[in-house]
């Protein structure tokens, strides 16, 4: 499957469900899909063909979404990066990617952006900052008049669906190509190992960031792939408690860290409503699980642990009575440690090195 089928079989199957919902802006399957078609028409006519690498720079929004939908309706390939990034690492990215058009927000200084890539002529820069003035570049909101895209070009599924810039230790990010397989079998593993289950009205909350594998695949995407309601936070605030009441919010993915964020200003006033909760990049306290128990009671809180490059290799379903940072093999993954580049019949004995991991999608 491709990425942009999700969209489309949603929008078949539940036109008039809400897609994505951010402050006053409420857009159904139906309206989101006409949105990203539109979108991409606009950008095709502007030069984007399959292949091209389009950059963005965005909060978590509406906005937001439909382009990196609309990307993935041309076979472009969504390059997001992080929004706090100084103009330095930008200019590193859409240099590395060799990006062919950049679309900011106005969290992102465009002015100082485009003077660093003045040499990059053919760079098409789109102003997504509201009124489109804020230098020489293609103001974002005329695409709503443009005549939605016809004909969608073709797309393999071997094709790269996004570069996601993963900071290492040292030096510059490194840029982690991920096919349109790859990104449909993430969530496939993690519905499989976790949940939600698909036509149940999901409602994410969309902390997690875009830029980052979490945000995209497991929050964003996933969220279509079950034909929920997407509502994107850029940052969690005491009003964020009070949209997860009001809107009865059932799942969302974060760090320990924000969690525990969500738990200070829900001011002791559980959220009844949530039901799927998953935390990584770090164990959570045995403290911070009986809080969450606490505030979200009806939620299965889960464990997951991976990186952009492998997806996730380990997920624990349920947290409940398991010591912390045990985690098991997620449910299509095989893991056998075995010697330095040997196959897979070549396991050491205990106490020896080895790795090695079969995993779906990834080459």
């Known amino acids: 499957m491709l990425v942009r089928d999700i969209l489309t079989q949603a929008a078949e199957r539940f036109p008039t469900r809400e897609a994505v919902v951010e402050d006053d802006t409420r857009l159904t399957y139906e309206q989101f899909h006409e949105q990203v078609l539109r979108l991409a028409g606009w950008l095709h006519d502007l030069g984007i063909r399959t292949g091209d690498r389009i950059c963005i720079g965005m909060?978590?929004?509406?906005?937001?979404?439909?382009?990196?939908?609309?990307?993935?309706?041309?076979?472009?390939v969504a390059v997001p990066f992080n929004i706090r990034l100084k103009p330095a690492g930008i200019d590193y990215i859409v240099r590395n990617s060799?990006?062919?058009?950049?679309?900011?927000?106005?969290?992102?200084?465009?002015?100082?952006?485009?003077?660093?890539?003045?040499?990059?002529?053919?760079?098409?820069?789109?102003?997504a900052g509201g009124d489109g003035q804020r230098g020489s570049s293609l103001a974002y909101d005329i695409f709503r008049s443009h005549e939605p895209l016809a004909e969608l070009p073709h797309i393999e599924e071997s094709d790269p669906s996004q570069i996601i810039y993963t900071s290492g230790t040292?030096?510059?990010?490194?840029?982690?190509?991920?096919?349109?397989?790859?990104?449909?079998?993430?969530?496939?593993?993690?519905?499989?190992?976790?949940?939600?289950?698909?036509?149940r009205g999901t409602k994410t909350l969309g902390a997690a960031p875009l830029y980052h594998t979490v945000g995209i695949h497991w929050v964003y995407l996933q969220t279509l792939f079950v034909n929920g309601t997407y509502f994107p936070v850029t940052k969690v605030t005491r009003d964020t408690l009070h949209l997860m009441r009001r809107e009865g919010i059932t799942f969302t993915i974060?760090?320990?860290?924000?969690?525990?964020?969500?738990i200070?200003?829900?001011?002791?006033?559980?959220?009844?409503?949530?039901?799927?909760?998953?935390?990584?990049?770090?164990?959570?306290?045995?403290?911070?699980?009986?809080?969450?128990?606490?505030?979200f009671p009806n939620a299965s809180i889960s464990e997951?642990?991976?990186?952009?490059?492998?997806?996730?290799?380990?997920?624990?379903?349920?947290?409940?009575?398991?010591?912390?940072?045990?985690?098991?093999?997620?449910?299509?993954?095989?893991?056998?440690?075995?010697?330095?580049?040997?196959?897979?019949?070549?396991?050491?004995?205990?106490?020896?090195l080895g790795a090695r991991l079969r995993l779906p999608g990834v080459r």
């Not at 200003?265 to 911070?288: C, I, K, R």
């Not at 985690?327 to 004995?349: C, I, K, T």
């Open 304 to 352: 997951f642990y991976g990186t952009t490059e492998l997806s996730i290799p380990f997920v624990t379903p349920s947290v409940q009575g398991i010591n912390p940072g045990t985690l098991r093999v997620a449910g299509d993954f095989r893991v056998r440690v075995v010697e330095p580049f040997g196959d897979e019949n070549d396991v050491v004995e205990p106490g020896e």
């Open 170 to 199: 040292t030096g510059n990010p490194k840029g982690v190509s991920i096919s349109q397989r790859a990104t449909y079998q993430r969530l496939i593993t993690y519905i499989m190992s976790v949940g939600p289950n698909f036509d």
């Open 98 to 127: 060799g990006a062919r058009a950049v679309v900011l927000d106005d969290f992102v200084d465009l002015a100082t952006t485009q003077n660093l890539n003045s040499d990059l002529e053919d760079l098409i820069w789109i102003d």
């Open 59 to 76: 909060r978590n929004s509406v906005d937001h979404v439909t382009v990196l939908m609309a990307s993935q309706v041309l076979g472009a």
């Open 254 to 262: 974060g760090s320990p860290t924000l969690y525990k964020m969500m």
């Open 264 to 295: 200070n200003l829900a001011d002791n006033e559980p959220v009844p409503s949530m039901q799927y909760m998953t935390y990584g990049s770090a164990a959570a306290e045995p403290e911070l699980i009986a809080a969450m128990n606490t505030i």
